[in-house]
């Protein structure tokens, strides 16, 4: 039972008064008893389709249901082309392209200007400003696989740049904070991974299919946790750096510091990336307490000095 044919249907229903069974079969190059599990799926997902028996019968969409033959109201389908536009940017396809034209067929005349004028109130650009060259290419390959359940290889490059080859059965793609992801089950490690795209080089889709496992979706949000191990730090800014500050930390915890500075309560855990996080305002930024996250900031900084010194 395929997706497609579902929404195939559901459109032919609302555009159509009625039609039988076997103008349906004949359409799609199924059995009518294919048409009728079709038709018993679709009104087990809520849209109510009725038969009719002897000549002339055949499937309808309810009456009382259409509303201008739109089982869609006008926030909904500005929710879904919002959406779906916001999708544009990152995944290309003639897939996506389809669906836009399937969902903008649901829309009555009258009404397109409007509702695609609410859908525009609202831009989502998910793509970086700048970005790994293959993460376009390996995002289809990975779909692809998806689609097929086809096994993948490829070498995963660890923190630290160590390489180990991997054979990984393809499970779900994730964006999460402008980066790409993907959930699978490594051959490897026998365990299931998520592994970072721009980590990842030489990835090919094997020959070889898989039967797909149980698995639980990989945990994404940790605000729970880090608000436990986060602890506030000051520092002190220059103007110039405020947009990024603003990007971990809230403008309540922001005062003013004369002319052009400001004293910040930031958002700290004491592992590499936020220590990377400091560094990378340069000298608009100037941890004040604690004594000791002040005393590390100058350690790293005199690594650096000695660095470009040698």
């Not at 249907?9 to 004949?26: C, F």
Request: net charge neutral; proline share 3%.
């Amino acid at each position: 039972m395929k997706i497609d044919r579902l929404v195939s249907i559901i459109m032919i229903l609302l555009d159509k008064e009625r039609i039988g069974a076997q103008e349906l079969a004949d359409m799609f190059e199924v059995s009518p008893r294919t048409i009728y599990r079709d038709i018993d799926a679709i009104n087990r997902a809520g849209v109510p389709v009725s038969s009719t028996s002897g000549a002339g019968g055949g499937f309808e969409i309810l009456r009382n249901y259409k509303i201008e033959k739109n089982v869609f109201t006008a926030t909904d389908l500005t929710a879904i082309l919002t959406g779906l536009y916001s999708l544009t940017d990152v995944v290309r396809g003639d897939e996506l392209m389809n669906v836009l034209a399937k969902v903008k067929s649901f829309i009555p005349a009258d009404r397109a200007k409007d509702i695609e004028l609410k859908a525009g109130q609202i831009y989502i650009d998910l793509s970086p400003w700048m970005g790994n060259k293959n993460t376009e290419r390996y995002l289809s390959t990975i779909k692809t696989a998806l689609q097929e359940n086809r096994l993948l290889s490829f070498e995963y490059a660890d923190r630290h740049g160590n390489k180990t080859a991997r054979i990984v059965e393809p499970y779900q793609l994730i964006l999460k904070s402008n980066h790409w992801y993907f959930q699978g089950y490594c051959r490897i490690r026998n365990d299931f991974r998520l592994f970072r795209l721009c980590r990842i080089s030489n990835l090919q889709t094997r020959k070889e299919t898989f039967t797909p496992r149980t698995f639980q979706k990989p945990q994404l949000a940790f605000n729970d946790i880090l608000a436990t191990m986060q602890t506030k730090i000051k520092i002190r800014i220059h103007e110039s750096v405020m947009d990024r500050v603003l990007d971990h930390c809230a403008y309540e915890d922001v005062l003013p510091d004369g002319d052009e500075h400001y004293i910040v309560l930031f958002p700290f855990i004491e592992n590499e990336y936020y220590y990377d996080v400091l560094l990378s305002f340069g000298d608009k930024c100037e941890c004040l307490e604690p004594e000791h996250i002040r005393t590390e900031m100058k350690r790293r900084l005199q690594n650096i000095l000695k660095l470009y010194k040698n």
